[in-house]
């Protein structure tokens, strides 16, 4: 198994009531890749983190292998998803890993 974590700022110039819709609109988009991608085992948007994080909102996504986060990844769902996701959030943070066996 291979996990995805992605973590995202919300763009400064946002509003909290756009940042209420973006939220539900990141959460919409790629839960939607996550049934028409082969090989995602799941995938959690999230966005009402606690105090305590410094990011806005984070992916976390398990997949059967790295073959399938490739094709998670440049699956046209996924390429417009990421799309609207650039045009409301900021620096972006990924950190992916192999499951022991």
């Not at 995202?8 to 973006?22: G, N, P, R, S, T």
């Not at 992916?59 to 045009?87: C, D, M, R, W």
Request: aromatic residues 6%; proline residues 2%.
């Amino acid at each position: 198994m291979v996990h995805h974590i992605v973590l995202w700022d919300w763009k400064e110039d946002l509003k909290e009531q756009e940042k209420k819709e973006a939220a539900v609109k990141i959460r919409e988009k790629l839960e939607s890749v996550k049934e028409q991608a082969e090989g995602v085992v799941s995938l959690e948007v999230i966005a009402e983190g606690l105090p305590s994080s410094n990011k806005a909102v984070g992916l976390i996504s398990v997949f059967e292998s790295e073959e399938a986060l490739n094709a998670y990844q440049t699956h046209p769902a996924h390429v417009e998803a990421g799309t609207y996701i650039k045009s409301v959030t900021a620096n972006r943070t990924c950190f992916d890993f192999k499951e022991k066996e």
